[in-house]
């Protein structure tokens, strides 16, 4: 299923066959929180901005509209009419990162919905159970993301509980694959190593969980506080001991840069809501660095965001206009910017892989580094307020 | 440039032509208040949902971004990237409606900005040198729009001065239209018919007015208060007072039933926010009557807005899904309602004009407004506050 087609150093060229299409990667999956792109982007919208697989999000659709009913609903794809993969998180780092009065326990996690204060408990099989009524192509592991500075007793002993936890998530989604009546009976399990920035504990759960034969691995744990150097060690010593023939996803990063120097890490699996969430703000990425269009000298303003390129607002839309739309708060130019960032990931994804198939990709990182660090000064201006409202996911 | 191809009744069936392009009547303008339709819609989308012409808000435009910033960025039509006719209006509506601590005189009106506080003042030929600076195809004269309520003396004081005002308008477009350097120098005027529900006023007013051989003439003053049948009662005696030769618009106006009753009375330019604004609070118009999609019935409804319906959220998504949407806060679900409202709106035009074309429109008018009643039951519930941060237009 997984096909390496080319390499450079440990840089990973590769496509990934499911039931629902093929993936070529590196890639990076646009997120789609609630079963929809922040920012009024539709499925149907991805078709036009190079995306290949969606991220959704277990926890939030668990507590809206609930897993049930769009189990009954015929599962996610149907749900969104997406005819692409579809990658589900376990829900776990949701339930760290956003519920209330949080218990961990052998069994799972006893927790408080942030919407609306219900008692909610769930563990491996509860967390298969709802991304089997997802039918999603990839479900995750159900895991505990200790933070950053937690200390090496602790996190080991969540690693040691989280490595239990992976036994009962597969175990659970084997059965579920069996039953009749499954959205996805081909549903897919990725394991997740965790560890904080310990490389003793990350190398050596990397060993066990390697041993259980799941369709792909993800470093979680990462971009939750340490620093990029930190991250960028963590996968030079973690990413040679997970399985070089399985996908390897490094989860919830990030900026161009640290996709550039992870890839060259091994790592061909991405996700972030940075693009999404910061076009809502205004601010948008370009091949010379990142750009606030809120700030005053693009008032008259007349070239696209980035000449050239090719995403719905370049194509027709000015700097000028799409600042007047983010000035006077109108959902268009929030669309527009979460459009363009979407596309200007997807597409750099698309320039690394034909960078790695023509094998200069050492070459085209740095020449894009280079270049992305030119607006840098231009991105420090205010932010604004208008994407509060939409902050939610 | 009005050419009418066939009547039925008073009803008309014409086409106008503009230098943006030949609009077919009866139309319905999509309003884009600041140089965007709210709800995430832009020009590009309304090239698929049937559009022919767009409303823009001089007010609005004036305050931000500055009309003599569009006017530095080429006009609207290329501000905005428009391609259709656009129609701006005059900004007297604005003015009486939304700006704080007004004071008319013969000269024109002083008043305060709604965003800042601003003192500005507006006459005749500020308006129309703003919208020569928008470079509209059809720009309005301005107006004063008395209150429903003003007795007939303040209302006959007030019509008289619009008719100077007009005199104002007409002698300074054909000054801006005749200079170097206008954006558009075929820009239209249309007169605006007042006089509140006096029809001695509004009679008198449209005789004076229909001699002055403007490019179109509206109702306007309107859907501000009256009821239904003081409007039909109004467009009854004074429509026959303006030239049938020209297009005739009524301004701000209305449900899906009163566009039916206008044409019926010779009417055939509208806009109004209603799609728009409804859409947003998750209202939608189908020709079974309007429902809102918030209602707890739609949470497993796997069906389209409307069946057979070919509008860009039709043609993919569920019921259920944008309910999910609205519920969520999700910006998708309010544009998903907009470009159904929009579609309805612009295909129901189409409807009309076919059933003119057929001979057939008596019939079209009465099975249309029979099947719009069915569903109005369902439109009682209740409405959601989703779209409050929105409504600003």
Redesign the interface.
């Known amino acids: 299923m997984y096909k390496i087609l080319k390499t450079e150093g440990r840089a990973k060229r590769a496509e990934f066959q499911t039931v629902h299409g093929t993936i070529q990667t590196p890639v990076f999956m646009n997120v789609a929180t ?11 919208d991805l078709e036009g901005i190079k995306n290949q697989v969606v991220l959704c999000n277990t926890y939030h659709l668990h507590l ?2 609930g897993d049930d ?1 769009v189990y ?3 599962g996610l794809h ?4 997406c005819n692409k993969p579809i990658l589900t998180d376990s829900g776990g780092f949701q339930v760290f990162s956003l519920a209330k009065t949080r218990k961990i326990k052998e069994e799972g996690v006893y927790f408080h919905s942030h919407i609306n204060g219900h008692k909610i408990f769930m563990g491996p099989e509860e967390s298969m159970r709802i991304q089997s009524h997802l039918g999603s192509t990839i479900a995750m592991a159900f895991d505990e993301c200790p933070s950053a500075r937690a200390d090496h007793e602790y996190v080991k002993m969540s690693v040691d509980r989280t490595t239990r936890w992976l036994h009962r998530c597969k175990n659970e989604m084997d059965r579920l694959n069996a039953l009749p009546y499954t959205v996805n009976p081909n549903q897919m399990l990725f394991g997740i190593n965790q560890g904080a920035i310990f490389d003793d504990i990350r190398i050596e759960h990397a060993k066990v969980i390697r041993e259980m034969g799941l369709d792909g691995y993800a470093v979680g744990g990462l971009a939750v506080g340490e620093s990029h150097e930190e991250m960028y060690h963590v996968l030079e010593e973690v990413v040679p001991y997970l399985p070089q023939d399985k996908p390897t996803y490094l989860m919830g990063v990030g900026t161009p840069a640290n996709i550039l120097e992870a890839v060259e890490r091994g790592v061909d699996f991405f996700d972030c809501v940075y693009p999404s969430r910061n076009g809502r703000h205004g601010h948008v990425y370009t091949n010379r660095g990142k750009m606030n269009l809120l700030n005053a000298q693009f ?2 303003d ?1 070239r696209p965001i980035e000449e050239g390129c090719n995403c ?1 607002a370049c194509s ?3 700097r ?2 799409i600042r ?2 983010l ?10 910017c979460v459009l363009h960032n979407l596309y200007f990931y997807n597409n750099m994804m698309e320039e690394i892989r034909n960078a790695l198939d023509n094998g200069n990709f050492a070459a085209y990182k740095k020449a894009k580094l280079e270049g992305m660090e030119e607006f840098d000064k231009l991105s420090k201006g205010p932010s604004s307020d208008i994407a509060k ?2 902050r ?1 996911g």
């Open positions: 609630v079963a929809a792109i922040k920012g009024a982007v539709s499925t149907q809206r509209p009913n009954r609903l015929g149907k749900f969104m009419s008032a008259l007349d719905p027709r839309y000015s000028a206009y007047h739309l000035k006077s708060g109108e959902m268009l130019g929030m669309r527009l409202n939409w939610k």
